[in-house]
């Protein structure tokens, strides 16, 4: 049986292990640092939509977020969004510097359409490099 652990304990573990500061969660989510400092120490719950942000960002399940919580926290969801399971791959974004972690994380809350658009972008633009320092 594992330890039950608290969606704070969850989120900080998660953070970290990501490799983010609270401030870059917080400014990646539009909130106060404050605001997501308290989600990490308990003293508030997230609303389910801010979950769903939460969980794009560390590429996770919102299940896996609330996971191992026997206690699990009444989440709000004043949008009206419906659930979604993102994959489990759990990269070793760690590894990358900060801002490819920032890039990474606004890439996971955007849109399917949004991110189509990018990666056309930049694969247009990256062969443009290349055929440019092939000349």
């Known amino acids: 049986m594992k330890t039950p652990i608290h969606l704070g304990q969850q989120l900080r ?4 292990k990501n490799g983010y500061t609270q401030q870059q969660v917080s400014e990646l989510l539009n909130l106060d640092h404050s605001t997501y400092a308290y989600y990490e120490t308990n003293r508030t719950t997230p609303p389910l939509s ?3 942000q939460i969980a794009a960002i560390f590429n996770v399940s919102v299940a896996t977020l609330l996971e ?7 989440v709000s969801d004043p ?5 979604t399971e993102f994959d489990h791959n759990m990269s070793h974004i760690y590894e990358l510097r900060p801002e490819e972690r920032r890039l990474v ?9 949004t991110k189509s658009e990018v990666l056309t972008e930049l694969s247009d633009q990256v062969q443009e490099s290349i055929t ?3 000349r």
């Not at 573990?13 to 970290?16: D, E, P, V």
């Not at 994380?105 to 359409?113: G, I, K, M, V």
């Open 13 to 16: 573990t998660l953070r970290t």
């Open 50 to 52: 801010t979950l769903k």
């Open 68 to 74: 191992n919580d026997d206690n699990m926290p009444l």
């Open 79 to 83: 949008e009206g969004l419906t659930f």
């Open 105 to 113: 994380a606004l890439f996971r809350l955007s849109d399917t359409e």
């Open 132 to 134: 440019q320092k092939k």
